[in-house]
């Protein structure tokens, strides 16, 4: 099974600030990872796959970047609406397809 | 638009089992696998399993093997996922989720509004 591991647990910035959300994979998954925006009491929503790609809808302020074991999530002029905690997913060998525990963004 | 509704709030026992429902609407039933993912109180995201709506083959987690069955009936485009053996570690909210956009990587650009299952005494 590979283990996702994302850094920092938590990530203090202020709005209109930058953030750089990290996820190590424990082998590599070449590009084959996502992230995911949750906000309390909300399904996660897809912000990236392919490691790079965005999903239909999610702002250019979100990018992904990284292939093999290590990828940043960066989120560019942060605003109000994008804190919440994120999650990385990798699909490259599965089953099972696994997540880190996660990065809470929170509001500095 | 794509839809998927699933069923509604669950207590069991322990060592019963629970059978939640996952209802797609506005698109295709057939096009798209349905994965089911699950999330403890607090806790973070954990992938359970998927089935082949068109096959009807499922794929499950090694740790839900024995105790998890995922099952589709297309003729009312809904997916059934049975839990059974139910614990106090299986209090969680669970999700099924599909990949339209990219169909052919399971990420998730649709997702259920979950349904909460409570295990208590």
């Known amino acids: 099974e590979i283990v996702m591991t994302q850094s920092p647990g938590t990530l203090s910035v202020s709005p209109g600030e930058g953030a750089t959300l990290s996820c190590r994979a424990s082998q590599s998954i070449n590009t084959n990872l996502a992230w995911f925006q949750q906000k309390p009491g909300q399904a996660p929503r897809l912000l990236i796959y392919g490691a790079s790609t965005r999903a239909s809808g999610i702002p250019a302020r979100f990018s992904g970047s990284g292939s093999g074991t290590d990828f940043t999530l960066t989120i560019s002029s942060l605003q109000s609406e994008d804190f919440a905690l994120y999650y990385c997913?990798?699909?490259?060998?599965?089953?099972?397809?696994?997540f880190g525990q996660g990065t809470r963004l929170e509001i500095k | 638009q794509v839809k998927l509704v699933q069923s509604g709030v669950e207590v069991r026992k322990p060592g019963t089992s629970v059978k939640l429902s996952c209802k797609g609407s506005?698109?295709?039933?057939?096009?798209?696998?349905i994965h089911w993912v699950r999330q403890a109180p607090g806790q973070g995201l954990e992938w359970m399993g998927r089935?082949?709506?068109?096959?009807?083959?499922?794929n499950y987690a090694q740790k839900f093997q024995g105790r998890v069955s995922l099952t589709r009936d297309t003729s009312v485009s809904t997916v059934y996922m049975e839990l059974s053996g139910l614990k106090s570690d299986d209090v969680a909210v669970y999700y099924c989720a599909i990949s339209v956009e990219s169909p052919a990587v399971p990420s998730y650009d649709h997702w259920g509004q979950g349904t909460l299952v409570t295990v208590s005494p």
């Open positions: 089935i082949n709506i068109k096959s009807g083959v499922p």
């Open positions: 506005g698109y295709t039933f057939t096009d798209y696998h």
């Open positions: 997913q990798q699909y490259n060998n599965w089953p099972p397809i696994t």
